[in-house]
């Protein structure tokens, strides 16, 4: 990119990669291989699209930022690269044939909610290499018991196998961000890693159960909308005390619940 490249936009979440050697550690934790269809969002200055065209991706990037798109279709024509110009929460993801890869480095402000996004289109794709706030990272590995431990972590966690590449220091962008960052494999399992009927119903549960973390379990479900005395029949049933405070059930526990309820 030139002198003309746009000022970075922070409500946008504009922190550009500068390290090269971070560049290609993302790559390669994306194990690209030629003709592979990888989709970046939020492209920007192009670090990465660069490098993952360099290494034969069938590259779909969206980026929101009318001045970066424009700056990018100058900078890169290549008949692999299709750049779209959309906000990526809204994008028609189930419109990509399958399967396919996501690389992004993320924007802060819409990391989670594009998370949940992608998870939904799981089936699809079959692994995720994404840059995010290190917080957030920490939360989807989290353990049962972990101080992060959440609802990230328990939905993500039903959902796929993951973990934390590497971390990545603030100085590695440009403008500074005032978070550290890490990158984080995300592999799609086939099925839910634990059988659960109704998986909306399980997610009610498990957001109820951590909405009010210092709860007993039952008035945190009953404050989410839950029959309090169904609540505890249902927790009774499988023994889980009602007194116990949501964030130290399993995945497991959550799933059994959510079972039960359903029954
Ligand atoms: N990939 C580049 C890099 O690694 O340097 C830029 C990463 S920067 C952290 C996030 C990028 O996402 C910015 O280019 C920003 O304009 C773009 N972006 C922000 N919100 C977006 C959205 N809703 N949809 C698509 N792109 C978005």
Not at 90 to 95: K, L
Not at 105 to 125: A, Q
Not at 177 to 206: C, H, M, N, Q, Y
Not at 216 to 223: G, V, Y
Request: aromatic residues 6%.
């Amino acid at each position: 990119m030139t002198e003309t490249t746009p000022r970075p936009r922070k409500s946008w979440g504009q922190n550009f990669l500068i390290d090269h050697n971070i560049q290609r550690k993302i790559l390669d934790a994306a194990e690209v291989q030629p003709g592979e269809r990888i989709v970046e969002i939020g492209p920007g200055r192009g670090i990465l699209t660069k490098g993952l065209l360099e290494r034969g991706a069938e590259l779909l990037a969206v980026e929101i930022d009318p001045l970066l798109v424009a700056a990018l279709r100058q900078e890169i024509s290549s008949p692999h690269f299709n750049l779209i110009q959309e906000d990526a929460l809204h994008y028609p993801y189930h419109r990509i044939p399958s399967p396919y890869k996501v690389v992004a480095n993320l924007p802060y402000y819409l990391s989670t909610p594009l998370l949940f996004r992608l998870l939904e289109e799981r089936e699809r794709i079959s692994r995720m290499v994404l840059m995010l706030q290190r917080e957030v990272a920490e939360r989807l590995v989290s353990p049962v018991g972990g101080k992060n431990y959440g609802v990230l972590s328990v939905m993500v966690q039903l959902y796929a196998e993951v973990r934390i590449g590497f971390h990545v220091s603030r100085g590695c962008f440009r403008p500074r961000p005032d978070v550290d960052s890490s990158v984080i494999v995300l592999t799609p399992l086939p099925r839910p890693r634990v059988p659960v009927k109704d998986e909306a119903l399980f997610g009610r549960i498990v957001r109820g159960a951590f909405g009010h973390r210092r709860k007993r379990l039952a008035n945190a479900l009953a404050d989410a909308g839950f029959q309090r005395t169904a609540a505890e029949a249902a927790l009774q049933k499988i023994g889980i005390d009602p007194a116990r405070r949501g964030e130290t059930l399993s995945l497991g526990e959550f799933a059994l619940l959510a079972d039960t309820l359903f029954d």
